[in-house]
């Protein structure tokens, strides 16, 4: 230890151009140290939360009374703020240090984003509308669109700006509807409207499921006109490809994996409560807490400090493919809850 500071001291001294030099070395090297332990510190995730008893005591706060659909919103509206207000703000279109350096969180974040965009989506599209032909809800007109911003963008506007927005008016939508002497806004909790939206999660971690499969490299046939003789495609397709995620980015679609899955089982538990009588009628409640436990399983603690990608069958570890199990059994389980809720 004394050799390596007399060796600093040394260089330092006999820095080459002089003081200008050292200023320059001195300036790196603190923010070096003050980044380090800040980049772990926000490379943190936010804990889970109770969804149910966070929006009753919301409620509560407010003197109001929390109607069928104001878990769900109130579940979207603490996510989409949780990455706003979490530890570092929200880190993606960061462009400075520590938070340009962050990439495991960003893709954590965008996991996140991923699910509150579907969500706004179908409170658009299906749960605050009676039928195809019923009028949208202004506010979800704005939110919506406001979520699917550029989550890239850091200068006029910026992604954190648009979010903001985005926020204000999903939460009129939510004190609209425990607003009792109103009817324009309104959340249908019915079997097809879950549905709907249960398919976009599906291919959602379906899609999720494959790339971390690809940690390993994999010959997988094209099954993309399967069950379908007379189907067709744009262009000719490659009958047999090899699938392989770049070594650089095994751990960016880990933890975009992560985040989505931390998401998701919020968004479910608070689903939970919204459709219990429909969950009830179709016998499927069990079903969807089965979805939950695999998805908590996601958000076991990672005691290695990197993502490890051994083979499937090797010495190491292969954080990937855990992941991709647990996502994969929770995927087979919402096919079997669409089912269920498409039985009469």
Known sequence: MGLLIDWFLDFWDNMPGGKPSRAAFGALLLVLLISLPL??????????????????ADAAASNINPTTGYTSVFTLHRLMDTLLHKPGG????DKIPPGVW??????????????????VRA???????????????????????????????????????QYKEGLEALHQYQMALADSGQSQAQFFARADNLNNWLGDVQ??????????SASVGQRRLNTDLAGDPAAEQS?????????????????????????????????LK???????????????????RQIVRELEATQETVWSPIILNGGGFGLFANHSLVMANYISRAN???????ELLAKG
Do not use: C, M
């Not at 929200?90 to 279109?93: G, L, Q």
């Not at 291919?203 to 971390?212: A, I, P």
């Not at 919204?274 to 179709?282: A, W, Y």
């Open 123 to 161: 409170l658009r599209k299906d749960f605050s509308r009676s039928q195809s032909q019923s009028v949208e809800y202004p506010a979800l007109t704005v939110a919506e669109p406001q979520f699917h911003f550029d989550a890239n963008s850091w200068l006029l506007p910026s992604s954190e700006s």
């Open 90 to 93: 929200y880190i993606t279109n």
């Open 203 to 212: 291919t959602r971690l379906g899609s999720l499921s494959q790339r971390l």
């Open 235 to 267: 262009t000719r397709g490659v009958a047999d490809t090899e699938v392989k995620t770049p070594w650089l980015d095994i751990d960016d679609v880990f933890y975009e994996a992560r985040g989505s899955a931390w998401a998701l089982l919020h968004i």
């Open 270 to 288: 608070a689903i939970e409560h919204d459709f219990g009588p429909v969950l009830d009628k179709k016998n499927a409640r069990v079903s969807l």
């Open 102 to 119: 962050l990439d495991n969180i960003s893709h954590w974040e965008y996991g996140v984003l991923v699910q509150s965009r579907d969500l």
């Open 39 to 56: 980049g772990v510190y926000w490379s943190i995730p936010p804990s889970a939360f109770d969804p149910i008893e966070e929006a009753q």
């Open 332 to 338: 087979a389980a919402i096919i079997d809850l669409r």
